[in-house]
């Protein structure tokens, strides 16, 4: 079955300092990999994603995320957070082949930059 | 482009009436959507996939009768919470899968909070 996991319900990083929010992955094919951020009272919306080619993806506000086969992780970064980053972010995968192309969700990592 | 919108935002609606929450895509046509709902700080539950012009598909544990889905128009998918009960009140937010795109991206709306009294 596929399933997402986000191993971390909270992250903290002061404003300035490199960030990372984890994401690991099951599926039965090549996945297609997204992330996407939530502020409070609203809807998602669109990070990046992964879906063929480098492994090294780059999306909006400055985040990047890599894709890592082998220990089948997708971790958003970013080498410099911001107070406004401060959200919550989920990690979803899709198996292009399988379940009609729903999106499985993450349990979501509430981001904390302080400044 | 790619802007999927949900009316209304916000709703307060008394014990045992029901609501329609109502999902478009502004700017694209979308055979699918699907309808999420959100408990505080927690991750999205896919409730249903909808499917233009076809009963919608729901997900285990959701009961059809009561979240009644219509799927009218490429752009246009509205969800009714019959009987609405406190127990309903939730973040419901929506999302459209674009057609033409190769790899069927979802666009999320803003979601609606609904508060049953």
């Known amino acids: 079955a596929q399933s997402v996991a986000q191993p971390e319900d909270q992250v903290n990083v002061a404003e300035g300092n490199p960030l990372t929010v984890k994401c690991t992955y099951s599926?039965?094919?090549?996945?297609?990999l997204f992330w996407y951020v939530q502020y409070p009272n609203r809807g998602l919306q669109f990070l990046l994603k992964y879906i063929t080619g480098d492994n090294l993806v780059k999306g909006s506000y400055g985040f990047e995320a890599e894709f890592n086969k082998s220990q089948t992780s997708f971790h958003l970064k970013k080498p410099s957070a911001l107070v406004s980053d401060s959200a919550l972010y989920f990690c979803a995968v899709r198996d292009p082949y399988n379940q009609g192309g729903k999106l499985i969700f993450g349990q979501g990592t509430e981001l904390s930059v302080k400044p | 482009g790619a802007v999927v919108s949900q009316h209304p935002s916000r709703v307060i609606c008394k014990s045992g009436t029901s609501v329609k929450i109502e999902c478009r895509s502004l700017d694209f046509q979308a055979t699918t959507m699907f309808w999420y709902r959100q408990f505080p700080k927690k991750s999205l539950m896919l409730m249903a996939t909808s499917n233009e012009g076809s009963k919608a598909t729901y997900e285990q544990g959701v009961e059809k009768d009561k979240f009644l889905i219509n799927h009218a128009s490429l752009t246009l998918s509205t969800l009714t919470v019959t009987s609405a009960h406190p127990e309903d009140s939730s973040f419901y937010i929506c999302?459209?899968?674009?057609?033409?795109?190769?790899?069927?991206?979802?666009?999320f709306g803003p979601g609606t909070r609904l508060t049953v009294l």
């Open positions: 999302s459209a899968r674009r057609t033409s795109s190769s790899y069927n991206e979802q666009f």
């Open positions: 599926v039965s094919g090549n996945p297609y």
